[in-house]
């Protein structure tokens, strides 16, 4: 299974986005609306500036938690006509001083509009264990 180039150049530019800490530019990947499922529930953001508000408190956690790099892996992709798209990563944060890497899944509902891929709702099904 392989992801469209433009899916595929998405999600290498939302990865490096990370990989720069830089919770701004996560941000942009994510429409307006969009929104978040995780174990505490459902998060809406009517508007990017709260969903960068998220990102941006993301990026420190990672700092304060050695981040390093991220990789992922394709588990499912699910095309939803023309504009839409269902994708699940598998998610490999490595850390810095030997501490062990993270691993997860993430699942994201993608829209395509005319300024490109966008975020619609992110549903971080195993991030909750980022603590360890």
């Not at 986005?17 to 505490?40: C, K, M, N, Q």
């Not at 420190?60 to 699910?78: F, H, I, K, M, W």
Request: proline share 5%.
């Amino acid at each position: 299974m392989i992801l469209p180039g433009s899916l595929a150049a998405f999600f290498a530019s939302y990865r490096a986005a990370f990989d720069a800490l830089d919770g701004e530019a996560v941000a942009t990947h994510y429409h307006e609306p969009s929104g978040i499922v995780t174990a505490e529930g459902y998060v809406h953001w009517p508007k990017r500036a709260d969903a960068c508000a998220n990102m941006v408190a993301l990026c420190a956690l990672y700092r304060e938690q050695g981040y390093a790099t991220a990789g992922y892996e394709l588990v499912a992709y699910l095309p939803q006509g023309l504009h839409g798209a269902f994708v699940t990563l598998a998610w490999q944060i490595t850390r810095r001083d030997g501490l062990p890497p993270w691993r997860f899944h993430t699942a994201y509902n993608l829209l395509h509009t005319a300024a490109g891929w966008h975020v619609l709702l992110c549903t971080a099904y195993d991030e909750q264990r980022l603590d360890r």
